[in-house]
């Protein structure tokens, strides 16, 4: 039997197994001396005169303890596209070795292979990008030396099933590479753990994506000690710079905003996603473990070229197999993400060219939409009164999203808010014009109001005290008796609360009375919407079989 070593060292190419590898300078000194003098450098310091350490212990080290695994078991390479080489320069022979991969996937390891003289045999993925190990293995024959999975893949999205690659990892006897590098987005485990227990498996991550650090160059290579050794041989000595070494080690020291930053995208790619799903001329919104998603457009080149009109770029990922009409977008901040929801809509708005309007006047039933663009803000609002829709908020204000969200909800009616606003200087204008857009917006939706019940109230929500009394009559009227403990909830100026319902008690033309109690700001305000969302729904419900206008004057 043999043992990981030997399995490993029978993999190798002919020409890497006994190959002497270049030493540095200082490969043997272990202890600091006082006077350097062996390789070269200029003695004046400034900050970059040295070589830098050509093994990154003190990376590695960090590295090791976020990933769980040994620091021995850990590559440090320019970009996650280095280790990708370097596999192909280890185990294929030029000219004569072939190497599998999926298809659709990420470009690098084909142009990698194709560098390096290595055939590339392409495997289709199945129906929604499934990966199916027998097909895969059917593919191998004896001149395959490494197959390489993507999980989640690019540009897909998905991750591949773990029994699948399980099956890979279990029946070739060659290196299967599984590179994870969006696997901080993704709801499936790091499988660096399988390194010890298969030493023919290679996990590549990097530190481009979730990390923020695409410009530093950092990826890494996870794998058995017999393999990282192989690695260091023959990569460049110095592969990884002073100024480099130094800020990843800075920056991995914060890995909690690390991940606040990936909860965002994740929250912003569901909501990008269902956005997307229900635009027109978007055929499918294909489901991502990633921070992109992959869109199939009906009109793919028109959206696209739209888009660069419009400053944004996104991947146009048309010719690859399985991938016809989509493109691959990225998520970006919650404002940029709107900016791109509002282009697309706007591109499928046909710039004007009235086929949407047309749809707009012949819909009957009560909605609206309102578009207003200011110097300080764009927005725009849609209503729907009679149907729930899940509410898609976006104002770039995370507390404010969450509360605008519970007038969906409780209000049980379709709103869409979309708001890219100067958040710079402060959220004033961004609250206001929302509630400028939201208040127009349902006072349009109510149209002539015949047989509306007019009359809404809420009382006590949660654990705190909250009173909504609305009146849809007509006459604007506002009462505000609430008051918050602290300046800010959440992202929001509390102060904003009032300014907002009072805005919106005009442009709805109601009479809006709101009081409210309790300990706790953040449960004080969500009870204030909560309330207010239900004193909405009652007062614009319809009672079918009354067509008056709810007054005794017969006019509101
Ligand atoms: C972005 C990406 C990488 C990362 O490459 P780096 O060279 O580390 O920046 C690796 N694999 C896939 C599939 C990627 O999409």
Redo the contacts with the bound molecule.
């Keep these: 039997m043999k043992n990981s070593s030997d399995e490993i060292y029978s993999l190798l190419r002919d020409n890497i197994k006994d190959m002497i590898p270049y030493s540095t300078a200082r490969d043997d000194c272990k202890i600091p001396m006082e006077i350097y003098l062996d390789a070269n450098e200029s003695p004046f310091e400034n900050g970059v005169n040295r070589y830098p350490s050509p093994s990154q212990p003190e990376i590695k080290r960090k590295l090791a303890r976020l990933k769980k695994v040994r620091p021995e078991n850990i590559f440090i390479g320019n970009?996650?596209?280095?280790a990708i080489d370097l596999i192909f320069r280890l185990f294929c022979t030029p000219g004569r070795d072939s190497a599998v991969i999926v298809s659709p996937?990420?470009g690098?390891y084909g142009t990698a292979g194709r560098i390096n003289d290595i055939k590339i045999i392409e495997c289709p993925l199945g129906p929604e990008f499934s990966l199916d190990a027998s097909r895969v293995l059917a593919a191998v024959d004896q001149t395959v030396k490494v197959i390489f999975l993507?999980s989640p893949n690019?540009p897909s999205g998905n991750l591949l099933e773990e029994k699948e690659i399980e099956k890979i990892i279990g029946t070739f006897p060659g290196i299967t590479v599984i590179?994870q590098?969006?696997i901080d987005f993704a709801p499936g485990k790091s499988l660096c753990s399988r390194i010890n227990d298969c030493p023919r498996t290679i996990v590549?991550q990097?530190?481009?994506?979730a990390w923020g650090m695409?410009g530093l160059?950092?990826?890494m290579a996870i794998a058995c000690e017999t393999v990282i050794d192989a690695m260091n041989r023959i990569k460049y000595p110095y592969n990884i710079s002073v100024p480099v070494q130094r800020q990843v080690l800075e920056m991995l020291d914060d890995p909690f905003s690390v991940q606040e930053r990936v909860s965002i995208i994740i929250s912003e790619r569901e909501k990008m996603a269902q956005a997307l799903a229900r635009m027109r001329g978007v055929e499918k919104v294909f489901p991502s473990d990633a921070n992109f998603l992959l869109v199939h457009f009906r009109e793919k080149q028109k959206v696209f070229d739209y888009l660069k009109d419009h400053g944004i770029i996104v991947r146009d990922r048309s010719s690859l197999p399985l991938c016809r009409d989509c493109l691959r977008i990225t998520i970006g901040t919650p404002r940029e993400n709107a900016r791109l929801l509002a282009a697309l809509e706007n591109c499928a708005d046909g710039h004007g060219s009235g086929e949407k309007r047309e749809e707009e006047k012949t819909s009957a039933g009560r909605k609206a939409t309102v578009k207003r663009k200011t110097k300080e803000t764009d927005i725009c609002v849609s209503v729907e009164l009679d149907r729930f829709e899940e509410p898609f908020v976006s104002t770039g204000l995370h507390f404010f999203d969450h509360m605008l969200q519970q007038i969906g909800y409780h209000g049980a009616i379709g709103l869409r808010i979309l708001c890219i606003g100067d958040l710079e200087t402060d959220d004033h204008h961004t609250v206001e014009d929302t509630a400028i857009a939201l208040g127009d917006a349902l006072s349009q939706a109510l149209g002539p109001k015949t047989g509306i019940e007019r009359y809404g109230f809420a009382l006590p929500m949660d654990e705190a005290q909250d009173w909504v009394l609305l009146d849809l009559g007509g006459r604007i009227d506002f009462k505000w008796e609430a008051e918050f403990r602290s300046e800010k909830i959440g992202d929001l100026n509390s102060q904003m609360l009032e300014h907002f319902f009072k805005t919106l008690a005009q442009h709805l033309k109601c009479n809006l009375h709101i009081r409210a109690e309790g300990k706790n700001d953040h449960h004080v305000a969500e009870g204030i919407f909560k309330a207010f969302a239900r004193a909405l729904k009652a007062a614009i419900r319809k009672d079918c079989t009354d067509f008056r206008i709810p007054s005794s004057k017969g006019i509101l």
């Design positions: 970009g996650s596209d280095e996937t990420y690098m993507c690019n590179d590098a969006y590549l990097t530190l481009s994506k695409a160059r950092i990826g």
